[in-house]
């Protein structure tokens, strides 16, 4: 699969932009367990042309990274231009514009999945900003806004015209936010469309290898994208990997490994913030590392309210001592 001069290669997976997930730490570990492309957290235009420092920080990306991209978001066409020009001084692979986000402060204000309530407007700000630029653009969005807007195979198409290089879809509509099952019928609809000839990428209930490989086999996407499968479970782009190479199932992840892997990320996310802010980022891949461990009610609470390294160690060797070799 490629995307503009970037040559992915066959049947790529690749890490979704997930806010307050797909940042530097998590992304250099699913990077390290083979995820062909990296996106970072969606970055907000408005922020971005109003030079706040933060959201500058989510663009901070390293050589290690690459290929990545930057995903931008907002409702007003003038700012997002202004912010892919800048996005692309950050020097990614490529921009990728966010119309898919359903969460309600950004959708209901006309930006993200919002778009697909407006689609003149989505088309008119693709345009823009396929012009305005010099990287490849591509776009990331949803099916349709409800249930009687499955409008996608046409979106596609008018999106494709209007210049995109790459188009990933999530088989929901906004109103089902993550609810349900994910319509993969409506993905597989654009990629076997006669008139598309850019990558397609699907995504949307990829939680494990089996999954994966059915997903390409069915609907012949060019890629897929996971993303919440892989929270707790950063290694699921090796299973994924191996599988699709020559059919070998993954190897169990004991709970040593795994205690391993989180304490390499936390140590990662305290070299980007600071002990206190790493080990608060963490919280959440902390509890979905662990999801399942029998009788570990009292140790989880534990664990997530330490603010310290050495407070996580003591609760990790108390851990380890319960279940450790396994």
């Given amino acids: 699969m490629k995307i503009g001069n970037l040559d992915l290669g066959e049947c790529p997976v690749l890490l979704a932009p997930m806010e307050d997930v797909s940042t530097r730490p998590f992304r250099l570990l699913c990077r390290h367990f083979g995820a062909d492309l990296l996106y970072t957290e969606f970055v907000s235009s408005?922020?971005?042309?109003?030079?706040?420092?933060?959201?500058?920080?989510?663009?901070?990306?390293?050589?290690?990274?690459?290929?990545?991209?930057?995903?931008?978001?907002?409702?007003?066409?003038?700012?997002?231009?202004?912010?892919?020009?800048?996005?692309?001084?950050?020097?990614?692979?490529?921009?990728?514009?966010n119309f898919g986000c359903p969460v309600k402060k950004?959708?209901?204000?006309?930006?993200?999945?919002?778009?697909?309530?407006?689609?003149?407007?989505?088309?008119?700000?693709?345009?823009?900003?396929?012009?305005?630029?010099?990287?490849?653009?591509?776009?990331?969005?949803?099916?349709?806004?409800?249930?009687?807007?499955?409008?996608?195979?046409?979106?596609?198409?008018?999106?494709?015209?209007?210049?995109?290089?790459?188009?990933?879809?999530?088989?929901?509509?906004?109103?089902?936010?993550?609810?349900?099952?994910?319509?993969?019928?409506?993905?597989?609809?654009?990629?076997?469309?006669?008139?598309?000839?850019?990558?397609i990428i699907g995504n949307g209930d990829i939680t494990n290898h089996i999954v994966a490989k059915e997903r390409f086999d069915t609907y012949g996407v060019d890629a897929i994208m996971v993303g919440r499968g892989a929270i707790g479970k950063p290694w699921i782009f090796r299973d994924i990997k191996n599988y699709l190479k020559d059919g070998s199932e993954p190897e169990p992840v004991s709970f040593d490994e795994q205690l391993n892997i989180l304490r390499m990320q936390v140590k990662s996310a305290m070299k980007w913030l600071d002990e206190k802010r790493g080990i608060l980022h963490m919280r959440r891949h902390m509890a979905a590392m662990f999801k399942g461990l029998p009788h570990f009610r009292d140790l989880r609470i534990m664990m997530l309210q330490a603010d310290t390294m050495e407070e996580l160690e003591d609760v990790w060797q108390q851990m380890s001592e319960k279940y450790g070799n396994n």
């Avoid at 990545?68 to 020009?85: C, E, F, L, R, S």
Wanted: charge should be negative.
């Fill in 46 to 97: 408005d922020a971005l042309v109003r030079s706040v420092e933060k959201t500058f920080k989510k663009m901070e990306v390293l050589d290690e990274e690459r290929p990545i991209a930057i995903q931008i978001y907002g409702k007003d066409i003038d700012a997002m231009v202004g912010a892919a020009k800048i996005a692309e001084e950050a020097n990614p692979n490529f921009i990728d514009i």
């Fill in 106 to 199: 950004i959708a209901t204000k006309g930006a993200g999945s919002g778009m697909l309530k407006d689609i003149p407007a989505m088309l008119k700000m693709t345009e823009a900003i396929v012009k305005a630029v010099d990287l490849p653009v591509t776009v990331k969005t949803r099916i349709g806004w409800d249930e009687d807007s499955r409008d996608i195979v046409t979106i596609a198409e008018q999106l494709q015209d209007v210049g995109i290089q790459a188009l990933t879809i999530h088989g929901r509509t906004r109103c089902q936010m993550y609810k349900g099952e994910a319509d993969w019928e409506y993905i597989g609809a654009v990629k076997n469309n006669p008139r598309m000839h850019i990558p």
